[in-house]
């Protein structure tokens, strides 16, 4: 459970390494992993475009069993943030990596040419692949199969990784690694593709007590409302009209959480007219989550994964687009260009209210971006992916466009240059928290409050409140989500399966000897500590953990939450007290020693 | 200081002979409104009290109007639910609960005049709201005292639910919830399976009266909401209360007999949901399909105890975005004809094809069976020479038990 494979791209050397047991057992794999392996290579202040930041792909100890819906996560220090950035994929390649033989690749350098690094059953080579440059994510990733073989699982980057556009993902089988920036990484060490083939077997600590704790994962999930309906019907969107109800649904950048066009672009509204396949898109998936659809455009039609919730809200209510099929292939366009949904439909809708309050006046506009109108999104989106016009200021992000214009970084939705996801904070304060300290900026699968603030999932909480208890919500979630992402499973098994099912997979799969499952959740607590220790290396501290002037000073207009600001300040200080971090964030010198981590880092 | 009312009627729920349950909820109506099994009550109950179910629980509206399914010797004992929540409030025709409220809508005298052989009212613990904890416990000890006075059982559903409950102390807070519960006077409590045996078993403990283990969502098939009651039981449990895997399931008579059969007659899960033992092929439901592989990754773990995809006896073609077809045996017999050696031959009794390797060419293997498969389901295993063979798993496929989504499915062998 411990090689790492090492490459060197600039001097092509590859290596592998055996890490010591004692980090293992105290970060489990995935994210703890990964976390620690950045923690320990990059050095602070490093761009993260340049050859010594690093790149890591790691796996956790599901990862190529038979546990439900297994995922992998890509780690690197983010272009978008400048913090650490942990993402996770779907697909089949984390399984494959494990069946060649490593638990994670570590890249570093930069190759002289356009490159792509083949992992085959234990062989290590990186080919020249120019005439790979330039191509789309789906066509580059089904000519790395047609020239090296069947069996292939292939990560690749789309055009906008290639120009470093920090909102740039790795893609593969139609899923990504979305946030952060992570394809722009690879684009900055000429990495087009990641291919990884092999066919050596995975194995268990203790098989009949594994099978068994398995077959109670997936038993559980198959008695869960969420898991064995909503989310296998109405995929991820199965929410929307819920936190549409609950004044949460990011509308027009923000300005308000209620959307008029809501009905139209619901999970129960796509299920209806538009998807035509559930798809497990991981390996293992026992939820699917994932719809397949065509989308009609210009004559044409094209196939779609998606769209889901967050692309939804994204380039859907956030821009006032209420066309289906509009959204559908908006996220096709990002998807082959390579960008991320999120931040491509933030990024729209802040262009949108920037011409609504005239900052844009004089300036040559390829369309009128107005809110509502879903050709003018498609139009500006397919700019972003190729780069092109107006397109190649806007692929920088929030953060930068807003630099450009003084004034509208009061509504420019975003933290730490990551943009805001589907869940307005002022309409549930946990979110507003975990937007604030999560350690790659804003975002929604750090500490999903959202369901127990929103929808209700296990008895729910007060959206509004912002007490010590709240706090203590979003803690508790940001704990047992690091646990599932360094296991490394999908964070919707968390809706179906409770730690404790995790713990037992993960215990008989590894055999350590973890107590309990709070003992697990502890190893979370750890791994997020360790993480903001990165984040401190590189400068940051409260003064970062903030959100945009919008959610912290105008009051939301209208539902449920109606007159409400995000209460940070006071969810900060309880935050960083039960975190064992000082008051300005700063893990304290005891906390890293009693925790676990003073001795491995 | 027994109270020979309670025992009375605390027998016609749990039956005295061995001490078990079978209790179907139906009061969905009250907390969900109408949802699926129970837009006509009457109708499904029915169905219901046909599988003979030892008690049903319903609100106290519908157990005034429905009142004619409980007389008779035979029928099933009437549980009044005496309290309402918004704690499971459906989203669809409002918002979540904001903190969650309880109140009492019966009282015990009230449910005796109904006919109530017993009453049943939630505990939550898991909220951090101090004055919601202490009615909480207020309106326990009240009902306790009540049915005390009048010899009414009182069962409390004893349920960790709110913001403070953790993937890590969920089964611990079961157990807590039981305890307090009892301590308020509880005579049976009804609540959710902690997940595994142990755990479980170690809450009935320290609960100390019979404990009643509920369903929760619908399960997707009969065999898993089966295996908890099972389990359940292994752990000391006295039996369940099921709601909606009751009402919702297809056939709700049959589901309370098949559940009866694990509670009161001890049979097995398997013996009770596919008792057919002879021989079996292997049906696709191609459309069903959603690519997840999860069949070839037990297969290789079954077979090999390691899991790779390309050591599985079942072939998945998947290419996005809308090809997936799962290609498993199909006992057309071509590589038992193309093996020279009678490696293969049909498996006497079960008839799947079985391998013998002492029978085998080596050290290479001629491979001959590889290429005969005109679906490529059999493989190639390089490290010992043989060929992956489906056996069928002996009459008990796991790629048909792991498959999320009924694409593969057993039938009987018919006409070999």
Not at chain 1, 59 to 88: E, M, R, V
Not at chain 2, 324 to 344: D, S, Y
Request: with cysteine; glycine share 10%; charged share 25%.
């Amino acid at each position: 459970m411990n090689r790492i494979l090492t490459v060197d791209l600039t001097q092509e050397k590859f290596n592998t390494q055996s890490l010591d047991e004692r980090v293992v057992y105290r970060l489990l794999g995935g994210k703890g992993l990964a976390t620690w392996i950045l923690y320990q290579m990059v050095k602070p202040d490093v761009n993260p475009l340049d050859p010594e930041n690093v790149l890591a792909l790691a796996t956790g100890p599901l990862n190529g069993t038979i546990a439900p819906c297994q995922k992998l996560c890509i780690a690197s220090k983010s272009p978008a943030t400048g913090t650490i950035n942990d993402s996770y994929m779907g697909g089949w390649i984390g399984g494959e990596l494990k069946f060649s033989g490593y638990d994670a690749v570590v890249i570093t350098g930069r190759a002289e040419h356009p490159s792509m690094l083949v992992v085959d059953d234990g062989n290590v080579s990186v080919k020249r692949c120019e005439r790979l440059w330039g191509m789309n994510t789906s066509a580059a990733e089904r000519k790395v199969i047609e020239e090296l073989g069947e069996g292939f699982k292939v990560a690749v980057i789309g055009p906008a990784g290639e120009r470093m556009s920090p909102i740039a993902p790795v893609f593969s089988n139609l899923r990504s690694a979305g946030r952060g920036g992570l394809g722009a990484v690879m684009g900055s060490k000429n990495l087009k593709a990641i291919a990884v083939r092999g066919f050596r077997g995975v194995k268990v600590h203790d098989e009949s007590m594994f099978e068994r704790m398995v077959w109670i994962a997936l038993r559980t999930l198959r008695m869960n409302e969420v898991t064995v309906r909503s989310l296998p019907i109405y995929g991820t969107d199965n929410i929307l009209l819920t936190i549409n109800e609950t004044g949460a649904l990011p509308t027009r950048n923000f300005q308000t959480g209620r959307f008029e066009g809501a009905e139209m672009i619901s999970g129960e509204s796509y299920r209806s007219e538009l998807w035509l396949k559930d798809f497990s898109c991981c390996l293992g998936c026992n939820i699917r989550c994932s719809k397949i659809m065509k989308a009609k455009r210009g004559g044409g039609e094209v196939y779609v994964d998606g769209p889901d919730y967050e692309t939804i809200f994204s380039l859907g209510s956030n821009c006032g687009v209420s066309d289906k099929e509009a959204i559908a292939y908006a996220n096709y366009l990002c998807d082959e260009y390579g960008i991320d949904t999120i931040s491509v439909g933030v990024i729209i809708a802040f262009y949108m209210e920037l011409y609504e309050k005239g900052y844009l006046k004089g300036e040559d506009l390829p369309v009128k971006p107005i809110f509502g109108d879903g050709e003018a999104m498609v139009k500006l989106a397919e700019l972003i992916g190729k780069g092109e016009g107006v397109g190649k200021t806007l692929q920088m992000g929030v953060k930068r466009l807003a630099e450009k214009y003084p004034g509208s970084e009061k509504f420019a939705m975003h933290v730490k240059g990551l943009e805001m996801p589907g869940y307005e904070p002022r309409a549930a304060q946990g979110m507003g928290l975990c937007y604030a300290v999560s350690e790659r900026g804003a975002c929604h699968l750090r500490a999903y409050t959202a369901g127990v603030e929103l929808c209700g999932y296990g008895g729910g909480a007060d959206p509004l409140s912002h007490d010590r208890a709240k706090v203590q919500l979003a803690i508790d979630r940001q704990d047992e989500k690091a646990v599932v992402d360094s296991s490394v499973l999908c964070f919707f098994t968390l809706f179906g399966l409770k730690l404790k099912e995790v713990y037992q997979m993960v215990v008989s799969a590894t055999g350590f000897e973890y107590k309990d499952p709070d003992e697990l959740k502890k190893l979370g607590a750890r791994i997020i500590t360790l993480s903001r220790l990165f984040n401190v290396r590189e400068g940051f501290s409260r003064k970062d953990d903030t959100l945009p002037y919008r959610c912290l000073e105008e009051p939301l207009p209208e539902g449920p939450a109606r007159g409400q600001v995000v209460h940070l300040d006071e969810m900060l200080d309880e935050y960083y007290e039960l975190r064992g971090w000082d008051h300005e964030g700063i893990p304290e010198k005891e906390t890293v020693s009693k925790i676990g981590l003073k001795d491995i880092i | 200081m027994t109270n020979i009312g309670k025992e009375i009627r605390l027998s016609r729920i749990i039956d005295p002979e061995d001490g078990k349950a079978v209790v179907v909820a139906a009061d969905h109506g009250f907390m969900l409104g109408p949802i699926k099994g129970v837009v006509n009550l009457e109708e499904t109950l029915i169905k219901v009290v046909e599988g003979k179910p030892d008690a049903v629980l319903l609100s106290p509206g519908q157990a005034r109007r429905l009142n004619h399914l409980f007389r008779g010797k035979k029928a099933p004992a009437l549980l009044v639910r005496a309290d309402w929540t918004n704690a499971f409030r459906d989203k669809t025709y409002t918002l979540p609960a904001r903190s969650i409220k309880r109140v009492a809508v019966a009282n015990a005298k009230g449910a005796l005049s109904l006919g109530a052989s017993g009453i049943v009212t939630y505990y939550f613990i898991g909220h951090s709201e101090d004055e919601t904890e202490a009615y909480n416990f207020q309106l326990t000890s009240i009902f306790s005292r009540e049915c005390e006075k009048l010899g009414l059982p009182f069962i409390v559903e004893a349920l960790p639910f709110g913001e403070r409950v953790t993937g890590a102390n969920y089964a611990q807070l079961i157990s807590v919830a039981m305890r307090i519960a009892v301590e308020a006077g509880a005579d049976a409590i009804k609540t959710a399976y902690t997940g595994d045996v142990d755990s479980f078993r170690r809450a009935v403990r320290s609960a100390g009266v019979p404990v009643l283990v509920l369903g929760g969502a619908k399960a997707r098939t009969l065999r898993d909401a089966l295996e908890v009651v099972e389990e359940a039981l292994t752990a000391g449990g006295s039996g369940v209360v099921f709601g909606r895997q009751v009402v919702q399931a297809d056939d709700p008579k049959t589901f309370v007999s098949s559940v009866r059969m694990v509670v009161h007659e001890g049979k097995s899960v398997r013996d009770v949901i596919s008792p057919y033992r002879g021989p079996i092929r292997l049906l696709v439901r191609a459309k069903n399909c959603v690519g997840c592989r999860e069949c070839q990754l037990a297969c290789s773990f079954f077979h090999e105890g390691e899991i790779s995809l390309k050591k599985s006896r079942i072939r998945v073609d998947v290419e996005l975005p809308e090809k997936f077809m799962p290609f498993p045996c199909t006992l057309c017999g071509k590589c038992v004809e193309a093996c020279p050696t009678q490696a293969l031959t049909f498996n006497p009794e079960l008839k799947y094809v079985e391998f013998t390797a002492e029978r085998c060419i080596g050290p290479k293997g001629c491979r001959k069976c590889v290429d005969a498969c005109p679906f490529k389901v059999v493989g190639w295993n390089d490290d010992v020479k043989n060929p992956f063979i489906c056996d069928m798993c002996k009459g008990n496929p796991k790629c048909v038990e792991y498959c999320p989504t009924d694409a593969l499915l057993t039938a009987p062998l018919k006409g070999v």
